[in-house]
């Protein structure tokens, strides 16, 4: 979503600003801007679209500015207003000598903003924003403090705000404040910076410290002060940030969705390690907190994600009601929200993210707590807002995940669901050992059949090319590998906007057949030797007889499926319930194909942002 940098420091202002925001830019955003300090005066630049642009005018312009010594800068992803030059940040007051950008929404701007047009305030844009830099810029003529004109004024905002705040008249400040919105302080020599996320920073410093709700946060080029909103210092420690800077490259791949798939093998090798490396011993799941007893006792676990992590949830259900018996709900963090859930101190919520910052699930996480739960966290982000609402944590290790479509933090919190649902069939003896040894076999095997998968692509690439002129799909599975069919449509109306819904492949016939002509090619994911297979295979023959153009993906070996399927997706030999972490990946890469040949932007997809901060 939105992302912020601020910097003041001996470094060229401009350049660092906007690698910093070059770093961010994988969040997704449809414009940019930059507000400079220089010799005394407030700076702006503001561009619509990609962040190049941005760049060429800072190209263009750049003898209109002398020696910035600090500045801020922004990509937006529009909320209130259309994505324009007016609304693009940093906005500022009706002088022009206060400037902010903003990541969150303010919910009650409507009212701030009759007030503050009442007294007189000139108001350019449609955002909520605007109204901050107003507010401030009204408490400032009172104090002439900057730092205390921001603490007055976030005091009346209501929802979620990061925000940077500099005043022509405060040359040598930068203020910061947050709540509900991320935002950290990157520590360095005779330099320091303001970020909403650590890739913004992670080229100059790997010292930070990261600003809790309400807290406000005054930074020169030598100095940091955190404040409560009262004014009283809080002094807090420095944390080393988890990243390296490397992530953020390529390494020579043509995308960043390309690369990240063809890190699964590591990643789930990474994952899997210190956790489990003998199948005669027990996992060792030591981030869950709960106690054996508690453990035992347990009956009732509730799942929250969104998106791609629902799809890892729903996998998470079938697992741990299969190997631990427990009752699993599972849903979409939007919906918990907004319906009276019978969740009570007795159950355990699991709340699944990559980015662990995306607001749905963070309020379905703070209802679930102030009703007693007990809260278990599987993020990609340690460092992340959800992840301190947590009892219990479970890092994936992913490293991080640059492209908007998530593909690697789907295996590894898959990973993550096959530790956990074997951690508590062994707490609850519900499975039996050879059952567990073959099971924890298998697992350590997985990604070597991801890495056979990857070493050779050239049919996934035909069939990518063969289907891409298609303008809808169809992905059908049963049992485990439904939420399967639905990542991978998912995954192809993402980057390649082309219509794909995943259904139950029972469902086919009470109502999608009616689809079905030989415009709607059918997906379907059949592993041999499970107990979905043959009613896959009997689903596909139905939308056969409708016309249907048919993809098989399977491990099955039988020539006969040549003459049923037009294309046939193989992957090695793998037991079904442990199937969802190998047919991702084909899926994966048929969307990557599909959306590359059709030359699409993969990495990021037009609407779409890395981590969703509004509700
Ligand atoms: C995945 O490809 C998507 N970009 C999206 O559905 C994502 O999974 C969803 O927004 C949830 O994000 P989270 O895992 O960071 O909470």
């Known amino acids: 979503m939105c992302g912020i940098i601020g910097y003041a420091g001996y470094r060229d202002v401009v350049s660092t600003i906007l690698q910093g925001l070059t770093n ?148 040598d400040i930068i203020v910061g404040a947050r709540k509900h919105a991320p935002m950290l302080i990157g520590i360095g020599e005779g330099e320091n910076f303001i970020a909403s996320d650590t890739p913004a920073i992670i080229e100059y410093t790997k010292k930070a410290v990261y600003l809790d709700d309400n807290q406000i946060a005054v930074v020169t080029k030598n100095n940091v002060k955190i404040t409560d909103t009262n004014g009283n210092e809080i002094k807090k420690k420095i944390e080393i940030l988890p990243w390296e800077s490397m992530s953020l490259s390529k390494m020579g791949y043509k995308h960043f969705m390309l690369k990240e798939i063809n890190e699964q093998p590591d990643v789930i090798r990474n994952n899997l390690s210190g956790k489990l490396f003998d199948i005669d011993a027990p996992v060792n799941l030591k981030e869950v907190k709960l106690d054996k007893a508690a453990l035992k006792k347990l009956n009732k676990i509730e799942i929250i994600a969104c998106g791609t992590s629902l799809h890892a949830a729903m996998v998470g259900k079938y697992i741990i009601e299969d190997f631990a018996g427990i009752s699993v709900e599972v849903e979409a963090s939007s919906e918990y929200i907004y319906r009276k859930t019978t969740t009570d101190a007795s159950t355990l919520v699991v709340g699944v993210s990559q980015s662990g910052e995306t ?34 944590l479970i890092p994936v290790n992913a490293g991080i995940e640059v492209s908007v479509a998530a593909t690697k933090s789907y295996t590894a919190q898959l990973i993550s669901f096959y530790l956990l649902a074997i951690h508590l ?34 049919k996934i690439q035909e069939c990518a090319k063969n289907f891409s002129s298609y303008k809808n799909f169809i992905y059908i599975a049963r049992g485990v590998n439904l939420p399967t069919a639905l990542e991978g449509a998912l995954k192809l109306k993402e980057i390649s906007y082309i219509n794909a819904t995943g259904y139950a492949a029972g469902e086919l016939k009470h109502g999608p057949i009616a689809m079905l002509d030989e415009t709607m090619p059918v997906l379907s994911v059949m592993i041999p030797g499970g107990i979905t297979y043959e009613k896959v295979l009997s689903n596909s023959e139905e939308a056969k007889a409708r016309n249907a153009k048919l993809i098989a ?11 049923l399927f037009d294309a046939v997706l193989k992957i090695p030999k793998v037991s079904e319930i442990l199937s969802p972490v190998i047919t991702c990946v084909p899926l994966q890469l048929l969307a990557y194909y599909i959306a590359e040949f059709l030359g699409k932007d993969v990495d990021q997809p037009r609407n779409l942002a890395k981590s969703v901060t509004v509700e």
Not at 97 to 117: A, D, F, M, Q, S
Not at 441 to 454: D, F, G, M, S, T
């Open 24 to 171: 961010l830019e994988y969040r997704g955003y449809d414009s940019a801007g930059i507000a400079l300090q220089d010799n005394g005066e407030i700076k702006i630049y503001k561009t619509l679209g990609k962040l190049v642009n941005l760049k060429n005018e800072l190209e263009k312009k750049k003898t209109e500015f002398e020696h910035p010594t600090m500045g801020i800068g922004h990509i937006r992803w529009a909320t209130h207003g259309s994505p324009s030059l007016v609304n693009a940040h940093p906005h500022t007051c009706t002088c022009g000598k206060l400037v902010v950008v903003h990541n969150g929404i303010i919910e009650n701007y409507k009212e701030l903003r009759e007030e503050l047009i009442n007294k007189g305030c000139k108001f350019r844009s449609q955002t909520d924003t605007e109204t901050i830099a107003h507010l401030i810029a009204e408490e400032y003529s009172k104090t002439k403090d900057l730092e205390a004109a921001v603490r007055n004024s976030v005091k009346k905002l209501q929802g979620a705000y990061a925000i940077c705040v500099m005043h022509k008249n405060a040359p």
């Open 553 to 563: 993906l399977t491990s099955s070996t039988d020539k006969a499926l040549y003459n």
């Open 359 to 392: 607001a749905d699930t963070i309020t379905a996480i703070k209802q679930a707590k102030k009703k007693g739960a007990k809260i278990l966290i599987i993020t990609n982000r340690p460092d992340s807002n959800m992840a301190r609402l947590a009892d219990s």
């Open 425 to 458: 069939a062994e707490v609850k003896e519900s499975l039996d050992k050879s059952t567990l040894r073959n099971l924890k076999h298998e697992l350590i095997q997985l990604p070597y059949k991801i890495e056979e998968i990857l070493s050779d692509t050239t």
